[in-house]
């Protein structure tokens, strides 16, 4: 293609996007990279930045871990959600339903395992990986907040942590804009689609030709 390519990530895919505008061939990322509610720092075992990942989903992602297993090893989503129910986290309390619902049933558990035991991003560290973006970024922000009786943080990252991570990637020199819609749910593009489609479209229209 001679036009040029924009890259869009809702969440961990929005962590993706920044790596492919930072890491991707030169030319293959040349438009710029919607990063939809991305959990910048909060998705780190060891981070840099505000809560990590077992301040934030992580207790999620080890029930998942236990009560389902890689590639739905286990299935034992009764016990789940009896544990869940339990759970002193808003998050995983919000993650309780009597029928699995479609999309956990076409997720596999492993990824969340990934992030529970640091896996996922052991070698790429995002203090690093902001700084080698090269294409203008879009980070919109959704809800959050911060759990009074566990401290732990409620959404995809801070606003300590998008602040942060919108310094880093100025510092490559790249141009970087922020949206900040707090009563959005995560997945913003699934749920409110003409919302996401306006935000993205008004950003799209700024990038170069």
Not at 17 to 27: D, N
Not at 125 to 138: A, D
Not at 140 to 154: A, E, F, K, S, Y
Not at 182 to 198: C, G, K, T
């Amino acid at each position: 293609m001679k036009r040029p390519v924009i890259v869009a990530g809702n969440s961990s895919g929005g962590v993706l996007a920044a790596w492919l505008s930072a890491y991707s061939m030169p030319g293959q990322v040349r438009g710029g990279a919607l990063c939809e509610d991305a959990p910048f720092f909060a998705s780190e075992l060891v981070t840099t930045c505000g809560p990590s990942i077992r301040q934030a989903a992580g207790p999620l992602f080890e029930l998942f871990r236990t009560y389902l297993g890689d590639q739905w090893s286990v299935g034992d989503w009764t016990g789940y959600c009896r544990a869940a129910k339990a759970s002193p986290s808003r998050t995983v309390r919000f993650f309780v339903a009597d029928e699995i619902p479609q999309h956990i049933r076409e997720y596999d558990p492993e990824w969340a395992r990934a992030f529970w035991e640091g896996t996922v991003a052991s070698h790429c560290p995002h203090e690093q990986l902001l700084t080698q973006v090269k294409t203008p970024v879009l980070l919109t922000h959704h809800m959050r907040d911060i759990d009074p009786d566990t401290g732990h943080l409620v959404g995809a990252l801070s606003d300590e942590q998008a602040a942060r991570a919108r310094l880093l990637m100025e510092s490559a020199g790249v141009k970087v804009d922020y949206a900040s819609v707090p009563d959005a749910l995560h997945m913003m593009h699934q749920f409110d689609p003409p919302r996401y489609v306006e935000i993205f479209t008004q950003w799209a229209a700024t990038l170069a030709a």
